[in-house]
């Protein structure tokens, strides 16, 4: 049973678990016209999508049990066409062929297992297409993660910082506000995410701030520790989604987005990096709250 907007390739890879085959093992179905992207280190990225020609996608229908129509409404890519492998000569072969999810239809996140093996029984990796908007496990209370990220976490557990879901339960009405001005909500989104991220550049050098640093911290496990850059990238954008949410709010008030879009360097090239200080970056953050990790 396919997820919604599950990536083709991740449901390729559950049907070979069904079958007992690793993935590789039952791609030898199609005949594959490329490869998929890897990390520098190696690894096949898990935002790699295959794209079927007809042959390919009948042959995935029947390998599932499932009718194609049910597959084109849960699968994102499942119709799309590639000219290279959907026309000429071997057009009635099983083809396919790789692209990253990122230039196919969006965004790709790691999906919730607890939620996948509950609608399909099955405890292994999904990756779907997810806005960053939609990350949040409500459920079990976790941030699902960029399937793009040569990291092995797919999700962050939220269970100590509530508010980032109760943002998600904003960012719904922000979306409808958005709507009735007439903006579309993943533009809004977007210029607020850039927004805070450049905050977030920033923040280190706030000796004041407390509220980024406590939900760094646990998101973390508790205390990032000596991990804590590792964790200032993992962690970002579930740390900073509240203020997002609050910005993006703030923005669909015309004159405030004029002076965000201002602040946010309105279009001018930024200034280079700030030299690295050799001292911890934990120690720009409060201690009252970063704990004794520093």
Avoid at 115 to 136: D, E, I, K
Avoid at 241 to 256: R, Y
Wanted: charged fraction near 25%; include cysteine.
């Amino acid at each position: 049973m396919p997820l919604a907007g599950e990536l083709t390739s991740s449901l390729i890879s559950r049907v070979a678990d069904r079958y007992g085959l690793p993935a590789a093992g039952l791609l030898r179905l199609w005949t594959c016209r490329n490869y998929p992207a890897r990390h520098v280190g190696g690894g096949a990225r898990a935002d790699s999508e295959v794209i079927l020609n007809a042959a390919g996608r009948a042959v995935l229908a029947e390998l599932c049990g499932i009718q194609p129509a049910v597959l084109a409404r849960a699968l994102p890519a499942f119709t799309l066409d590639d000219p290279k492998i959907s026309s000429g000569r071997d057009a009635a072969v099983a083809q396919a062929r790789w692209r990253s999810a990122g230039a196919v239809a969006g965004e790709a996140a790691f999906a919730c297992r607890s939620c996948t093996a509950r609608r399909t029984g099955q405890t292994v990796r999904a990756v779907r297409y997810l806005p960053r908007w939609q990350r949040v496990c409500a459920r079990h209370e976790r941030w699902l993660l960029d399937a793009d990220a040569d990291q092995p976490l797919e999700h962050l557990d939220l269970r100590g910082v509530p508010e980032v879901a109760a943002a998600q339960r904003r960012w719904a009405g922000v979306a409808r506000r958005a709507g009735r001005a007439g903006a579309k909500g993943g533009e809004v989104f977007a210029l607020a995410h850039a927004v805070v991220a450049r905050w977030w550049e920033e923040a280190l050098h706030w000796q004041q701030e407390e509220i980024w640093p406590h939900r760094l911290h646990q998101v973390a496990g508790g205390n990032a520790g000596t991990d804590f850059e590792r964790w200032r990238i993992v962690g970002r954008d579930a740390v900073v989604f509240p203020e997002v949410v609050a910005v993006a709010d703030a923005l669909l008030d015309p004159a405030m987005a004029e002076l965000v879009w201002t602040d946010s360097g309105a279009g001018r090239p930024r200034p280079g990096p700030r030299r690295r200080v050799r001292s911890s970056p934990l120690c720009r953050w409060p201690t009252t709250r970063c704990g004794a990790g520093g």
